[in-house]
Structures are given as structure tokens and as C-alpha cells.
């Protein structure tokens, strides 16, 4: 039963990739922090979607999910990382100087954006890499970057916290590529660009992101998955576009 696992499931990104890969997958988990309502995807798809309450910052909640998993009969091809944060009503939001900069901020920004890559990894590669072997194919663990969090590609300054928690999370994602090669043979790690896509995350920042620029859920998921779904064991390791360009680290 070809499986796929979305984490940030609440999300419009999130959101979107549920529904698109329920039109490819046997199994669908939609992973979010609180109780969500699916209704308008769940009642076409009885039986595939499968709402599941996880906090991926929580490894007790992460472990007890790898546990379900692993005592059923579901092979796992794909996990997709959509969780991310830029802002916030509590004072979170990108600094324009570095006297914005602040601590409480930035550990924010590194627990959602940043941490919880490598805590998926740790408690489900195992069961992507036994998915991907059963189907014959490969797995392809896939986290949203932005391309603010390429250091070479910075030219502008700013959004400090989160352009760190963004390049620290790029930094995982290569060093992760490295040890699944050796490790979880039929698996890909990679790293992925949405674009700006119109959802909450970007809401506060789109006056001046030119129409053509600013893209749908659906059209950036629909990018994006066709870069995911020609992803190579040769392909772990890389930093993606929606348009499948890469992106210097």
C-alpha cells in the first residue's frame, strides 16, 4: 500500500499537498499539531486520508507515530516536511536591522523551521527506506527551504532569524544525504523551494511581490510534486526550486 506521510498538513501548502497526493497514493497521513477538519478532502477519500494529531517537536509523539506505523502494513514512499514559521502574533516577524534581533525570536524561528527535519528523520527514515525496498522505488524525504536560506544567494540582508533557521535547516537536510547513502540505500533526502506562495505564511509581505510572482497552493504543489516525483537516489542531497532550477547552499 503506497504510502505517503505529510507533516505541516494544516497549512495551505500542506493542505494542498494532502489533496494532491491523494489522487496518487493508497495512503495519505495528514500529521498536524491540533485537531483539524479535512471534511471537504475526507469525504472523497474514506478509507486513504488519515488524520493524525503529531507534534514533530515532540519525539515522544514522533515515536509513538514511527510505532503505529511500523506494526502495519503500510510501505512508505514519500514524507514531505511542510512545517515552517516566519511570523507570528506574539512579536515574531523578520528583523529589517539587526537590532530586531532578538533571542526568543530566533529560537522560535529555529524550532519551527529548523529542528524538526532531523526528528522526522530520526524516527521514520527507517520505515521510508523499508517502503521505498518493498515498492521498489525510491523513497524521497522531502523538506520545504526557501531560497532566503541560501547563503550564497544572499544579497539583500535582513530576516536574520529566519534566513538562519532556513540555512541551518539546509545544512541538515546535505548532512542528512550524506549518511542515508550509506545508510537507507534506496532513499532520497532534498531539500525544496515553494516559490512565494499566496498562504498565511506570506500574507504580510505580498504587496510588493509582483502577480505573476505569487503563486497559487495548488500551482506550487503541483510544481513541486513534479520535481519530487522524478527524484534519483542520484538527486539526494540537492537544493530544489518549485521549477526544479537548484539553488546554491
Excluded at 495512503?27 to 488519515?50: P, Y
Excluded at 506494526?71 to 512579536?91: S, T, W
Excluded at 535547516?169 to 548532512?175: R, W
Excluded at 503541483?222 to 520535481?227: I, Y
Aim: glycine share 8%; with cysteine.
Amino acid at each position: 500500500m503506497k504510502t505517503a506521510i505529510i507533516f505541516g498538513a494544516s497549512g495551505g501548502i500542506g493542505r494542498e499537498f494532502v489533496a494532491y497526493c491523494l489522487q496518487k497514493y493508497d495512503h495519505v497521513f495528514a500529521c498536524t499539531r491540533q485537531s483539524q477538519n479535512f471534511e471537504t478532502i475526507e469525504g472523497e477519500h474514506q478509507g486513504a486520508l488519515h488524520l493524525m494529531q503529531v507534534n514533530p517537536t515532540t519525539e515522544r509523539e514522533l515515536k509513538v507515530f514511527a510505532q503505529f506505523l511500523g506494526g502495519r502494513e503500510f510501505n512508505v514512499q514519500l514524507i514531505i516536511n511542510a512545517c515552517g514559521v516566519l511570523h507570528d502574533q506574539d512579536g515574531l516577524a523578520p528583523e529589517k536591522k539587526i537590532e530586531d534581533f532578538n533571542v526568543e525570536n530566533f529560537e522560535k524561528s529555529v524550532l519551527g523551521n529548523t529542528i524538526i527535519t532531523p526528528l522526522i528523520a530520526k524516527h521514520l527514515m527507517h520505515l521510508l527506506d523499508k517502503g521505498a525496498k518493498q515498492l521498489n522505488t525510491t523513497g524521497v524525504f522531502a523538506s520545504l527551504s526557501a531560497r532566503v536560506g541560501s547563503i550564497s544567494d544572499n544579497y539583500l540582508g535582513g530576516w536574520y532569524s529566519y534566513r538562519a533557521s532556513k540555512a541551518a535547516l539546509n545544512q541538515l537536510i546535505k548532512t542528512l544525504s550524506v549518511e542515508t547513502e550509506r545508510r537507507f540505500k534506496h532513499s532520497a533526502v532534498i531539500a525544496i523551494h515553494p516559490g512565494t506562495t499566496d498562504t498565511s505564511l506570506s500574507k504580510p509581505f505580498q504587496a510588493n511581490v509582483p502577480a505573476e510572482k505569487l503563486f497559487t497552493p495548488e500551482y506550487a504543489i503541483r510544481k513541486m510534486m513534479a520535481v519530487i516525483e522524478n527524484v534519483t537516489l542520484d538527486d539526494s542531497g540537492k537544493f530544489y526550486a518549485w521549477d526544479g532550477s537548484l539553488i546554491e547552499w
